[in-house]
């Protein structure tokens, strides 16, 4: 027992339940802005197909998003076999696994916040841009993506505070496997089975509230800071 | 030529026609709101594409629907100042000023920020952010910018309108002082005849918008 009450194991779930949630935000958050601005800015046939299909996962049973994930990704998967097969990767009953589950479930409201952001910055700028000399992708670069800062931070954080709390897509696709899969979420449910965990589950959802509360603080605290003032999450 | 213009732009229900050529140094386009002035702006400056016409401005031509050219904005050098001044809010004034001028090759740039600054007056402001502005400053850091963005031709949309009429003349002084002092053509687009009077060396005028 350490200070504050956690056990060695208890503080590895902590660990593996960050290291899930900062790998699923970190490589989802190019694909969630680059789809938040195709949404934002593109016209083309299939856009509200688009839009529908990214959302899913928020109104889908998060059981059925893990078992197609299992269907896709699974040793038999057509991903999952690719995978497998070329790079040695495998995906199920890993912590890899978990952070895959937790990226699709976090990855429409990644894209809600960078898309909202992206639709207010004024195109007027990006001409304006344009007739100075910048390029397409220069005043991507200059404009839109320095002036939509603050929905990027306000994506990640959402989608990282999301993907600490998944459960039924993790618990469906990468199984409930101590040290593997077995974040906060899982390891509370395991200690509400077991007779006498009341005490160990009260310390894990206490460290959740602190850190979804924790996460969202330093959301608004850095879109107030990035927008001076003008955006806020909260 | 300073500017020659021969175009056909379709404006939501009705369609724009307009054709002149001017060798003043400084040529004013004007006409009623609705007559689309600014459309033509936009059109020179490559944000809106006419449906045929040409387009030569500073020496070069930028569009042309018979020969197929049609330049990017980006590469027509178009130093457009616009009524709602644009600029970047996440830039401090220095920045905005940079901005064209780290784009434009080293050879086409043909004024300094030391000259800017001083032919503007915009010294005191070069640290400040672009929403502390009053309209008067806000629009001599836009011309600012243009200017070092090394462009060929100026285009300068409702330069004295929202503001006072003190502002507007220090305004109006300045153009002058940017068309006699500085060897680049201005096309100014305005509403009222009167301001522009003894500015221009040629006025053309735009016809109303159809009624009904």
């Not at chain 1, 934002?40 to 998060?62: E, N, Q, T, W």
């Not at chain 1, 937790?102 to 207010?120: F, G, N, Q």
């Not at chain 1, 390029?135 to 939509?148: E, G, K």
Request: positive net charge.
């Amino acid at each position: 027992m350490s200070l504050t009450g956690l056990s060695q194991a208890e503080w590895a779930i902590v660990a593996l339940s960050l290291r899930v949630s900062l790998v699923a935000v970190l490589v989802t958050l190019p694909l969630a802005y680059a789809l938040a601005w195709v949404i934002a800015r593109r016209r083309f046939p299939g856009r509200m197909l688009l839009d529908a299909a990214i959302h899913l996962p928020l109104v889908l049973p998060p059981v059925v998003t893990g078992w197609l994930l299992l269907l896709a990704f699974g040793r038999s998967g057509p991903v999952g076999a690719w995978l497998e097969q070329v790079f040695g990767i495998t995906l199920v009953f890993r912590w890899t696994g978990a952070a895959l589950a937790a990226a699709v479930m976090a990855l429409p409201l990644m894209v809600r916040a960078m898309r909202l952001s992206i639709e207010t910055v004024d195109r007027k700028l990006i001409s304006a841009a344009r007739t100075l000399g910048a390029s397409p992708w220069h005043a991507f670069v200059t404009v839109t993506l320095p002036l939509s800062l603050p929905g990027i931070l306000a994506g990640a954080t959402l989608g990282f505070a999301r993907s600490l709390g998944e459960f039924g897509a993790t618990i469906t696709f990468a199984a409930n496997i101590e040290g593997q899969t077995r974040t906060l979420p899982l390891a509370i449910y395991t200690g509400l089975q077991l007779p006498g965990g009341e005490e160990a589950v009260t310390r894990l959802a206490i460290i959740s509230i602190v850190l979804s509360l924790g996460a969202l603080l330093l959301s608004e605290w850095l879109v107030r800071r990035s927008a001076g003032g003008r955006a806020h999450v909260l | 030529m300073s500017f020659e213009v021969a175009l056909s732009l379709a404006l939501g229900e009705h369609r724009v026609a307009l054709d002149f050529a001017s060798d003043a140094k400084l040529t004013a386009l004007v006409g009623p709101s609705g007559a689309g002035k600014t459309s033509v702006l936009n059109a020179i400056a490559g944000l809106a594409r006419p449906e045929r016409g040409r387009i030569v401005a500073g020496g070069a031509v930028l569009f042309d629907s018979a020969a197929g050219v049609d330049l990017a904005p980006e590469h027509r050098r178009a130093g457009y100042v616009f009524q709602d001044a644009r600029l970047f809010p996440h830039r401090r004034v220095a920045a905005n000023l940079a901005y064209g001028e780290r784009l434009a090759r080293p050879e086409e740039r043909w004024i300094t920020l030391a000259e800017v600054v001083e032919l503007l007056d915009i010294g005191h402001l070069l640290a400040r952010w672009p929403g502390t502005l009053s309209g008067g400053e806000v629009r001599r850091v836009a011309i600012g910018r243009a200017l070092l963005a090394a462009p060929r031709f100026l285009l300068l949309d409702e330069p004295f309108a929202s503001l006072d009429a003190a502002r507007a003349e220090g305004l109006a002084l300045l153009v002058e002082r940017i068309r006699d002092n500085l060897a680049v053509p201005i096309l100014l687009v305005s509403h009222g005849r009167a301001e522009v009077e003894r500015l221009a060396g040629r006025v053309v005028d735009m016809a109303p918008p159809p009624q009904g």
